[in-house]
């Protein structure tokens, strides 16, 4: 018993002198304290987790494009569930986007793909580009180059509608058009 | 240097630690039918002792291992000497006594007792600091569990999410008990659920910021965030492998959403499956030897497996037109689910090879199953009670029950591996 508690006390000096050196930020030691359940038999490795405080996250983002755009000049295509055609009865708005955009050479479009919020997430996002780019796709075929097509999805993480009914589901399952200024930004 | 003496030191103290008192086991967790263990909680007694008394009750209760006996039905009382024979005739196989004292350091001192035997199974001291008591109750729980099962309790994991406050999106981290909840400062009001290296220090998510979704990771240890990749089109993690230093995820830089594999030391990028469809949400085995995914290859969503190479695809469900989300289980015998049944989403258990697939929540719409370290629960999202909420199960089904407040929309909820 007292080979322990010269063990463990030789544990706990050899943890502080690391800590020392490294105790520089404030979350680090929040991490240490958070850690300290000590125990006569056991030493619970710390926890590093739980120490954490939210202005201590340090983000190395550089992206900072945001996107200023104009919306609601061109109305939004809107699709069945789960599918990803654009359907005829919105080919002749769409056409007449494609002329606005040959018109106006030097216009960006960005195409944003929406879903409703049933499903997953991650099955949503991936469904929203589906969308984006089968606007973007017959848009292109209809003579606008893609290079002034920005295509995005949003998923079903920013719908339009938030009540669960049938009417909400399909406003929300959408491409939606945003012009984004000159080309070529 | 440093580090590997206080290794040594650890495992020391490991090996000191390994020669069993005791290997009695009381609760078989790998038997099919389990008894319930009647079990005596004392408030333990000292200012504190009633809160850490509360929090192991309910730790020992989720389990479902557990008969925690009210308090009513005691003969003996707390500041009595344990006595099997005040026990032995109320069914009750152990006792927990003990006190907390001290004011801004904690001391508490635990026994657990045997009453058929009459002895001690365990006695330990603790010291914590006050506003640590939840840690202090669930590191006990974990010791009592351990003590009773053989097995590390889990009291003192932690599950992270994405939360909406009304405000912006946000990563969450809280107990596993849904305690102690706190918001990341991370930026990007747009995320999709996180996922843990096996080691849990750090976590990778999906984040759109300027029109652009990218996969971040979040070390931790540093408490830093990176961005990880990122190319044209939508990027979606995805899942470690167990080295911590590749993983897999959705992409669709090369027009639809495939999956890849990214090494981040190398920045060696593969490309794993490709087809016209959509495939998303890859998971990878506890092993790292295979790797299950979303495809709507077959005309609908559906859950598909295959190795890490991207070699011998399998499909793995075939029941309803819309099953996503697979997570595996610890142990890689079994594969949660989301998927639609009668027109909501159900959560679901499958074997990897398909077969024996049940079905574990009915009310509501269900999402998004990650399973607890030691496979014995699940967390999901479910609509039950209108909003989202981040809920807790056993992983048969039972005990499903909320953690999280109603006014944070949560969903994508995953439990820490430790």
Redesign the interface.
């Known amino acids: 018993m007292k080979k ?1 508690w010269i ?2 006390a ?2 706990t000096l ?2 502080a ?2 800590q020392q050196k490294t105790a520089a ?1 404030p ?2 030691q929040l991490q240490q ?2 850690g ?10 710390a ?21 200023e755009g104009k919306e609601g000049m061109f109305p939004d295509v809107l699709f069945d569930f ?1 599918k990803y055609d654009v359907k005829e009865s919105y080919q002749p708005a769409l056409k007449s986007l494609a002329s606005w955009m040959t018109k106006n050479g030097s216009a960006r479009l ?1 195409i944003e793909g929406h879903c409703d919020d ?6 949503n ?3 929203g ?2 969308r984006a ?1 089968a606007v973007r796709d017959y848009i292109v075929s209809l003579g606008v180059p893609s290079a002034r097509l ?5 998923g079903e ?2 719908p339009l509608c938030k009540d669960q009914t049938e009417d909400c589901w399909a406003k929300n399952r959408r491409a939606h058009f945003v012009v984004l200024g000159k080309a070529g930004k | 240097m ?2 590997s ?2 290794i040594l ?2 495992l ?2 490991c090996l ?2 390994a020669v069993p008192a005791s290997a009695k086991i009381y609760i078989d967790i790998t038997s099919p039918s389990i008894k319930q263990l009647p079990l005596a909680i004392f408030d333990l007694q000292g200012a504190q002792g009633k809160e850490v008394s509360e929090i192991i009750r309910n730790d020992l209760t989720l389990t479902g291992l557990f008969m925690t006996i009210d308090k009513a039905a005691y003969i003996e009382t707390a500041s009595q000497p344990f006595n099997p024979k005040n026990w032995t005739p109320l069914g009750i196989e152990a006792v927990v006594k003990g006190t907390v004292s001290g004011d801004r350091t904690l001391t508490a001192e635990v026994v657990l007792y045997d009453t058929t035997e009459g002895r001690e199974i365990l006695n ?6 006050k506003d ?1 008591t939840r ?2 109750a669930h ?1 006990i729980s974990n010791d009592i569990y351990q003590a009773m099962t053989g097995r590390p309790g889990v009291f ?1 994991t ?1 599950i992270v999410f994405v939360g909406d406050d009304g405000g912006e ?1 946000g990563m969450y ?1 809280m107990d596993w008990d849904g305690q ?1 909840m ?7 009001s ?1 995320m ?2 996180p996922h843990w290296s096996a080691d ?2 750090k976590i990778i998510y ?1 984040s ?7 996969i ?1 990771l ?1 070390d ?8 990880v990749f990122t190319a044209k ?2 990027n ?1 993690a995805g899942d470690f492998f167990p080295n911590g230093t590749s993983f897999v995820f ?1 992409s ?1 830089k090369d ?3 495939d999956i890849y594999s990214y090494n981040m030391e190398t920045s060696a990028l593969k490309k794993l499956s490709s087809t016209h469809g ?4 890859p998971a990878v085995s506890p092993d790292g030897s295979r790797i299950a995914f ?1 495809s709507d290859r077959g005309g ?2 559906q859950i598909y497996s295959m190795r890490s190479d991207g070699s011998e695809l399998r499909r793995i469900t075939f029941e309803g037109s ?1 099953n ?2 697979p997570c595996w289980s610890p142990l890689g015998d079994r594969i949660a689910f ?1 998927g ?1 049944h009668a027109g909501r ?1 159900q959560v679901f258990l499958v074997k990897p090879d398909g077969t024996e697939q049940v079905q574990l929540t009915d009310q509501g ?1 269900n ?2 199953p990650s399973f607890s370290p030691d496979g014995r629960y699940i967390t999901f999202t479910s609509d039950r009670e209108k909003a989202k909420a981040i809920y807790i199960m056993r992983a048969n089904g039972e005990a499903q029950k909320r953690i999280t407040p109603k006014d944070i929309r949560a ?2 909820p995953r439990w ?1 591996p430790n």
């Open positions: 322990y063990l463990f030789l544990l050899i943890l002198g690391c930020k979350d680090e304290k958070d300290a359940v000590q125990q006569k038999e056991a030493d619970k490795v926890d590093s987790r739980t120490g954490t405080k939210v202005e201590s996250i340090d983000s190395k983002d550089g992206s900072s494009l945001t996107g789960d960005s049933r499903g997953t997430n991650e099955y996002l991936a469904l580009d589906r780019k920005d295509v995005i999805s949003y993480e920013k | 440093m580090r003496y206080r030191i650890i020391m103290l000191l630690l330990k001291q603790y010291q914590t600091e640590l840690q202090l590191t003192r932690k999106k981290i102690r706190k918001k990341l400062g991370l930026k990007g747009l999709l659920t849990g220090t999906s759109d910021r300027g029109r652009q979704w990218s971040y979040l931790f240890q540093k408490m830093s965030e990176k961005k089109g939508i979606m959705s669709s027009g639809t959403p959509i495939e998303v949400s979303v609908s969503p819309y996503t989300s989301s639609r989403n719409n999402e998004d969903l994508g820490s």
